[in-house]
């Protein structure tokens, strides 16, 4: 048996074996509980930029006189 065919055997092999275990997922490849994309710091630093210069241009326009 040549290389190659044995290779495919082996993928034809574990093909078969996840077809039979379709629908059957498992506890650790579930997501548990809240866990955000980014951290708590970075977030916390996002918050603060847009807050502030959105507190910033509402003062900035309040001073300058309004929109005209």
Same mark, same amino acid.
Do not use: H
């Given at each position: 048996?040549?290389?190659?065919?044995?290779?495919?055997?082996?993928?034809?092999?574990?093909?078969?074996?996840?077809? *039979?275990r379709r629908g059957a997922v498992?506890? $650790?490849?579930?997501?548990?509980?809240?866990?955000?994309?980014?951290?708590?710091?970075?977030?916390?630093?996002f918050i603060f930029v847009v807050?502030? *210069?959105?507190?910033?241009?509402?003062?900035? $326009?309040a001073t300058d006189g309004g929109?005209?």
């Open positions: 048996m040549t290389t190659s065919r044995r290779l495919a055997d082996r993928k034809i092999n574990r093909f078969d074996k996840n077809i *039979s498992t506890e $650790t490849s579930t997501k548990k509980g809240k866990d955000y994309p980014v951290g708590p710091l970075l977030l916390g630093f807050i502030g *210069s959105s507190l910033f241009q509402i003062i900035r $326009t929109m005209a």
